[in-house]
């Protein structure tokens, strides 16, 4: 499910600044492949390969690289939102659309944290973080269970380590950063 409710390819298009083709008002429930058998699911088609299979497929709207040509589109029925990057436009639409969970300021009683590290009070620090001597955490910052902060880190304002994610000796992360470990993470709260 993309959202609570239904969106359409309008609002779709609105929110990831994609030039919609098609009719504005079709509805989307999910997001799928090409050749999901759900009616109201949203595909994304970045290359000719996947293009061909447009007319056969039963999805009600695709996000579209520009440049890439989609035989077979019915306007009246269906929608296609053309963006520069297909790929991207899927991340950018699912972040959008994600709901947002507010982590709770503090350190947990399972991290373990050297008494020279400086955390800002709004901060959140999740069960079993390690953080090292001379590291910084900026405001709003949300550091998932069992994240590491090497000696001297510096995480920025508003950024999100997934659980399990590593920041290594003296690295800088920059405001409203996203990160999650190589491993994968779940949900993220922000």
Request: aromatic fraction near 2%; charged fraction near 15%.
């Amino acid at each position: 499910m993309l959202a609570r409710g239904e969106i359409t390819a309008g609002l779709v298009a609105g929110v990831i600044g994609g030039r919609l083709v098609g009719n504005p008002g079709v509805v989307v429930r999910d997001l799928g492949g090409i050749e999901s058998p759900r009616a109201g699911t949203l595909t994304f088609i970045r290359s000719a390969g996947f293009a061909h299979k447009w007319a056969s497929s039963a999805c009600a709207a695709a996000l579209v690289s520009e440049g890439v040509e989609v035989p077979g589109h019915d306007p009246r029925s269906r929608a296609l939102i053309y963006v520069p990057d297909a790929d991207l436009a899927v991340a950018a639409l699912l972040k959008a659309v994600t709901p947002k969970v507010k982590a709770p300021a503090g350190i947990h009683p399972s991290a373990v944290v050297d008494a020279s590290a400086q955390i800002d009070p709004s901060a959140s620090v999740g069960a079993f973080c390690v953080i090292g001597a001379g590291v910084r955490v900026g405001p709003g910052v949300v550091l998932g269970a069992h994240s590491v902060l090497e000696p001297g880190a510096t995480i920025g304002p508003r950024t999100v380590l997934a659980p399990r994610v590593t920041i290594g000796a003296r690295c800088q992360v920059g405001a409203d950063c996203d990160l999650a470990s190589a491993a994968g993470a779940g949900p993220r709260a922000t």
